[in-house]
């Protein structure tokens, strides 16, 4: 099974800076099988990101990503306050595993 | 547009049953994958089964094979998850999940709300 490691576990910033957010895979993944998602409190998960750079509709131009083997990371280029909630790495090249998030939450 | 409804959870005993629906419309439901995925009160995600568009393979994560069962009704549009012998672990709020782009090899592109299952005597 492949494990997604995440970090920082918690992020804390203002808005209008910038987020990196880390996900290290424990083999490689094909850069076609990573994902990112967002989730706030009480919603459901949101594909942010896919093809581990790709956005779909909807999905605004601050947030990217990039990576390969088993580094990945997610990019906020400036923060906005809707922004703020936890972000998950997906890998579903290997069966489907999560990594365990990173909070981004106001300073 | 897309929507994945959820229903069937509630408050069940440790060792009993309980059937999970989603209710999909929106899209041609029965070209997509079709998965389930939990998450524990204040814990990640985890992705619990997967069902090919046409009911032929079906793929469970480790700690559920033998107890849960994932099938599909391609005439009603739904997915269900039918889970035995439930314990106190499999507390979380569960959601199905699809893409529509063909091949379980994707993204899940589109969630419903969720079903809360509570395992407590």
């Known amino acids: 099974e492949i494990v997604l490691t995440q970090s920082p576990g918690t992020l804390s910033l203002s808005p209008g800076e910038r987020a990196t957010l880390s996900c290290r895979a424990s083999?490689?993944?094909?850069?076609?099988?990573l994902a990112w998602y967002q989730q706030k409190p009480g919603q459901a998960p949101r594909l942010l990101i896919y093809?581990?750079?790709r956005r779909p509709t909807g999905i605004p131009d601050r947030f990217s990503g990039s990576g390969s083997g088993t580094d990945f990371t997610l990019t906020i280029s400036r923060l906005e306050p809707e922004d703020f909630g936890v972000y998950y790495c997906?890998?579903?090249?290997?069966?489907?595993?999560f990594g365990p998030g990173t909070k981004v939450d106001i300073k | 547009q897309v929507q994945l409804v959820e229903s069937g959870g509630g408050v069940v005993q440790p060792g009993r049953s309980l059937r999970l629906s989603c209710a999909a419309s929106?899209?041609?439901?029965?070209?997509?994958?079709m998965h389930w995925v939990r998450q524990a009160p204040g814990k990640g995600l985890e992705w619990v089964a997967l069902?090919?568009?046409?009911?032929?393979?079906?793929y469970y994560t480790d700690s559920v094979r033998g107890r849960f069962s994932i099938s599909r009704d391609n005439s009603k549009n739904t997915v269900s998850l039918q889970m035995n012998s439930l314990r106190p672990e499999d507390a979380a709020i569960y959601y199905c999940?699809?893409?529509?782009?063909?091949?379980?090899?994707?993204?899940?592109?589109?969630w419903g709300q969720g079903t809360r299952v509570t395992v407590s005597s």
């Open positions: 999940a699809t893409t529509l782009r063909g091949s379980y090899r994707n993204p899940f592109e589109f």
């Open positions: 997906q890998q579903f090249g290997s069966s489907f595993t």
């Open positions: 069902i090919s568009y046409d009911g032929d393979n079906k």
């Open positions: 093809g581990a750079s």
């Open positions: 929106g899209f041609t439901f029965s070209t997509s994958p």
């Open positions: 083999q490689s993944v094909s850069i076609s099988y």
